[in-house]
């Protein structure tokens, strides 16, 4: 067995992070785990059922520790690098170099708690669930520790990938310095990988590979039910980002059918979401919509077994990985209609198991393509979609098969630092 230290966000405290539990056992398979996570508000949660140790760090600096490492960035090797990028690119430059400031006094910060800890040198791998400030944090921490044979992995998503996800600056900081402190750095998706390669480029150093997420076997394939009309699911936070209001556009534009919409989740527009389907969906007698607000995974779980759903919609505006959602849909042999962004593009095959909308769909679109799933149920083409679907789960998205072999290739790094040390 060797010693993995995992930092999080969140792990195991609060809602976040869920995809995390389904890796633990793998991992536990070859590591012996020691977590380390920024939250320290959120009460544990009840899926944690494991007895290895965490420890809950500060990820705010104090004002002194902002303005030492404030003085520190003007003369470090590393942060001289990353203003001279800033200054090159002539764009948004105070701003940038402000928010460049504080990720590294960030990275600072767990660096000295964790240094604190007196666990790090212990370990015979680290692995940083996103590509944020942790990273650089490890990575500036073995530097200091003259630990750099302990090497430093990460998996990158969406948040920590794209530019246009950061709200100032328009740019992920240090990304060119990190893969300079990684061994490997593992994609979500294959779209994510080739965005990172576009924009960053890669590292000779740094191992890039895609190894996706994955959900668990379920029940198989449910049949439709075709005496009923359609039978719609959609899965996700209540906010700006993920467009919920165009389902219900789409769905004030359909009169030749009736549709059974249920959505899961919450968040910040979700009294502006009520507002608008009471407003564009109470008078249609051929539309019904439950708004089930915030569930745990079982109980959607449980969910997708009792139901019979015909088809899951997404109308996100971006994703950087292979949505969950999509993935446990099909999993049930649901079909999915998603926009053609991130991972949803290498997910969704237009009339295999379901339909790709454009990047930015207008309402009429979504109708559209809601019209030809209700055609294929009418012409009993249902049955095929689904096949289609839990076949694609098969294939790529299995959590056992997923998971399993990225706890195997995390060993092998271990395996491959004794024998060079050796």
């Known amino acids: 067995m060797k010693k993995l230290l995992l930092v999080s966000d969140h792990f195991p405290f609060g809602k976040r992070e869920p995809f995390l539990y389904n890796e633990i056992e793998f991992l536990r398979t070859y590591f012996t785990i020691t977590a380390v996570t920024t939250d320290t508000q959120s009460d544990i949660s009840s899926s944690f059922i494991w007895d290895f140790p965490v420890h809950r760090i500060k990820k705010i600096p104090t004002f002194w520790e902002t303005f030492y490492s404030t003085l520190q960035f003007f003369f470090t090797k590393d942060c001289q690098k990353e203003l001279g990028m800033i200054f090159q690119s002539k764009k948004q430059v105070l701003q940038r170099s402000i928010q460049s400031i504080k990720y590294y006094a960030k990275a600072q910060k767990i660096a000295k708690q964790i240094e604190k800890l007196g666990i790090i040198t212990e370990q015979d791998l680290v692995y940083s669930y996103w590509n944020n400030y942790k990273v650089l944090g490890m990575g500036l921490l073995l530097k200091k520790l003259h630990h750099q044979s302990i090497p430093i992995v990460s998996r990158i998503h969406g948040y920590d990938l794209f530019n246009e996800r950061v709200e100032k600056g328009s740019r992920q900081p240090f990304k060119y310095t990190q893969d300079e402190y990684l061994t490997a750095l593992y994609f979500v998706s294959g779209k994510g990988l080739e965005y990172y390669r576009k924009t960053f480029g890669f590292n000779s150093d740094c191992n890039y590979q895609i190894s996706r997420l994955g959900v668990y076997g379920t029940s198989g394939i449910i049949p439709s039910d075709k005496d009923i009309g359609l039978s719609l699911i959609s899965v996700s936070h209540a906010i700006p980002l993920k467009r919920v209001e165009l389902i219900i556009s789409a769905l004030e534009l359909i009169t030749e059918y009736s549709v059974s919409w249920v959505h899961f989740g919450d968040g910040e527009s979700m009294n502006s979401l ?16 439950v708004f089930k607000g915030h ?3 079982q109980e959607l779980h449980t969910y997708y077994e009792t139901h019979t759903i015909d088809i899951f919609i997404t109308t996100s505006l971006t994703e950087g990985g292979c949505p969950v959602s999509i993935q446990e849909a099909f999993s049930y042999g649901v079909p999915a209609i998603g926009t053609d962004v991130g991972g949803i593009t290498e997910m969704i095959t237009g009339g295999y198991n379901g339909f790709l ?16 799933i209700y055609a294929a149920k009418i ?14 789960w098969e294939r790529f998205f299995d959590a056992e098969k997923n998971f399993s072999e990225f706890a195997k290739m995390l060993y092998a790094l271990c395996l491959d630092k004794g024998s060079s040390n050796g």
């Open 295 to 297: 569930i745990t995974n």
């Open 379 to 392: 012409n009993l083409e249902m049955d095929n979609l689904k096949t289609n679907a839990f076949s694609t």
């Open 274 to 289: 009520t507002q608008l389907a009471e407003h564009s969906l109470k008078h249609k007698k051929n539309i019904s919509y």
């Open 357 to 372: 909308l454009n990047e930015n769909p207008t309402a009429l679109e979504v109708k559209t393509q809601l019209d030809t």
